[in-house]
């Protein structure tokens, strides 16, 4: 499979990350670059998706980025591990709903190999943590599709500031809480991104 791999020691700016996300979809769509799996960190931030609403900003000092992605409002930094990708639908049978199960099935088997157990939900988009019957969502998705090409992507929150998203409604979901890796289970997530880049690859070839 044709993908390069892309890892990022220091934090991109969410601007940049779109830009060069942008420019790698239209060369894929020309077929002059391969798809692209990227691994990155951003500086604090909370960005909105297409269907976000003004109503779900608590805090409305905090600046937010509009963006053109699916969902809501969300938040990323320091400590969130960001999955972005540009992956052709085209040679997936256009298949977007597999796709996002996909996405879903590359998180929870990398959080099951770290003995956390996950798991999606049809109604709230994302990957979800039950803790004694209290329900905390624990990654976020969001993808866009142009020309058959679907990019943006997903993160995981590992030991980010969970009280950062005071200021939002969460992805627009008031009765459900925001959780980390650190906050449900041991602090021992080396090579995580490893476990996703290979779960990801694996998903998509079958």
């Not at 499979?1 to 769509?29: G, T």
């Not at 976020?140 to 599709?145: H, L, N, Q």
Request: with cysteine; charged share 30%; glycine share 6%.
């Amino acid at each position: 499979m044709n993908i390069e791999i892309k890892k990022s020691k220091k934090p991109i700016k969410y601007e940049d990350a779109i830009r060069f996300l942008e420019q790698r979809l239209s060369e894929v769509n020309k077929n002059e670059s391969k798809e692209l799996i990227w691994i990155l960190e951003h500086e604090d931030l909370y960005t909105a998706g297409t269907s976000s609403k003004e109503n779900e900003v608590i805090d409305k000092s905090i600046k937010i980025l509009k963006t053109n992605r699916g969902g809501k409002i969300t938040y990323h930094g320091p400590g969130q591990l960001i999955c972005y990708f540009v992956i052709d639908l085209k040679k997936r049978n256009k298949d977007i709903r597999k796709f996002v199960s996909i996405i879903e099935k590359t998180i929870i088997d990398t959080l099951k190999f770290f003995k956390i157990n996950t798991f999606s939900d049809k109604d709230n988009i994302g990957i979800w943590y039950n803790d004694n019957s209290k329900v905390e969502k624990v990654a976020a998705i969001g993808i866009r599709v142009s020309k058959w090409i679907a990019y943006h992507g997903f993160s995981i929150n590992i030991n980010n500031d969970l009280k950062k998203y005071n200021a939002i409604i969460p992805c627009g979901i008031k009765d459900k809480g925001i959780t980390s890796l650190y906050k449900i289970g041991n602090k021992n997530y080396k090579n995580v991104d490893d476990k996703i880049i290979e779960n990801f690859i694996l998903n998509l070839k079958k």
